[in-house]
């Protein structure tokens, strides 16, 4: 059985208010917990991963998450941390995001104990009146307290009427579900406590607010993003997974076994302790991570797998077991083309990218010119981007 200790404790930045929470959690009542999202991007990477994994253990204790898709949040955008992570979104391209986020959302959360909300279920029959109503409850300078507003403000950069809208608006769900917990990053705690004060306001019980931290991305530097291209995503093949792991820089290995695993204390001070005696490797640490994170998503027998691949083709600089065989016909003429037809880049202009980098490679030899010739290439040669992405080329 779970300990309040532990989840209350594991991975978490703040509670507000940690005694309120403790009390209502020792009443044995099922809690509602409230996690809102905006399908901004279509997939769920491990950031997303420190606080589903969170709702899970809550889940555990049998307690219910209410999933909020942000159906019209997402399409005002909001500016918590960089601009380009939450760019404004048209209707369809909420809906398709929210169809693949969800999916991958219940390989961490209990399906069974979760209520999913769409916001157009209330914000759908609001008109301008209840905006208005909405809005008085707040000044503008209660909203621009708000960290990243105040900074715009400062700096002279314009903020949109919509976007000093958004924390309403994710305020405005708390009310409607009669949230008890609410579940954010900790970029989210202005939002979650205008959803406490608006509670108040309409004469709820204010919900707790539970800030967990942001995991920081494979660059080592920023908060994981898809937009900035430092992203595990959990729907990746589980070799792509297991390799973008092993490259976290040493830094972070810790806080990654925090956050993603279920690693214990006193095994996590083990290897702390080992490491700062030279006496065991971080690259060994940071298989064990791996190993960990990939068997969540794809199961202990193919993380093995993974491991054993990462070791073959990284430590022992030789192929992977199963190098992927790509048929190409006419008209790839030159190495853009082939990258492009063997699916190993997404465009023309990372192709080019790749190339003019040296991270390209045929038989074992690095490529720097675009027009390379592949009327030069044998069959069955491999070809290579990067460091983990192969395909064995045939012609038709």
């Not at 899970?56 to 159906?71: C, S």
């Not at 986020?101 to 209520?115: L, S």
């Not at 954010?184 to 205008?194: E, I, M, S, Y």
């Not at 790509?326 to 990372?350: F, I, P, Q, T, Y």
Request: hydrophobic residues 40%.
């Amino acid at each position: 059985m779970i300990s309040i200790d532990y989840v209350l404790r594991r991975g978490v930045v703040e509670i507000i208010v940690e005694a309120e929470l403790r009390q209502l959690l020792a009443k044995g009542k099922p809690l509602r917990l409230k996690q809102g999202f905006d399908p901004s991007r279509p997939d769920i990477h491990l950031g997303h991963v420190v606080g589903l994994r969170k709702l899970r253990q809550f889940q555990e204790m049998g307690h219910h998450v209410v999933l909020i898709v942000g159906d019209w949040t997402a399409q005002i955008g909001d500016p918590s941390g960089q601009s380009l992570t939450r760019p404004m979104l048209s209707h369809e391209e909420v809906k398709a995001n929210a169809q693949s986020y969800m999916e991958q959302f219940f390989r961490v959360v209990d399906e069974g104990k979760t209520e999913v909300r769409w916001q157009s279920e209330w914000y759908g029959k609001f008109n301008l009146a209840e905006v208005i109503r909405l809005t008085s409850r707040f000044t503008v300078a209660q909203l621009l307290a708000r960290e990243d507003f105040d900074s715009r403000m400062k700096s002279g950069r314009p903020i949109a009427v919509t976007e000093l809208l958004y924390p309403l608006l994710q305020a405005y769900d708390s009310v409607v579900i009669q949230a008890d917990v609410e579940f954010g990053g900790v970029d989210q705690k202005f939002n979650c406590l205008v959803g406490r004060e608006l509670q108040v306001m309409t004469g709820q019980r204010p919900q707790q607010v539970f800030l967990m931290p942001l995991l920081v991305g494979t660059d080592g530097r920023h908060k994981m993003s898809k937009s900035l291209d430092n992203y595990v995503g959990i729907a990746e093949p589980p070799g792509e997974m297991y390799g973008k792991i092993m490259s976290i820089p040493d830094e972070l290995i810790f806080s990654y076994l925090e956050l993603l695993t279920d690693v214990s204390e006193e095994e996590m001070g083990q290897f702390r302790g080992a490491m700062a005696l030279r006496e065991i490797n971080p690259m060994e640490v940071k298989k064990r991570l791996a190993g960990e994170i990939v068997a969540q998503f794809h199961g202990g027998k193919v993380a093995q797998k993974a491991q054993k691949e990462f070791e073959q083709v990284f430590q022992k600089r030789s192929l992977p077991q199963e190098v992927p065989v790509v048929v190409v016909g006419e008209g790839v003429n030159d190495l853009v083309s082939l990258l492009m037809a063997a699916k190993l880049v997404a465009s023309r202009s990372e192709a080019k990218r790749q190339i003019a980098q040296g991270a390209v490679e045929v038989d074992g030899k690095k490529v720097t010119s675009e027009s390379w010739p592949v009327t030069g290439l044998a069959p069955g040669s491999i070809v290579r981007v990067g460091k983990r992405r192969f395909a064995q080329i045939r012609f038709s």
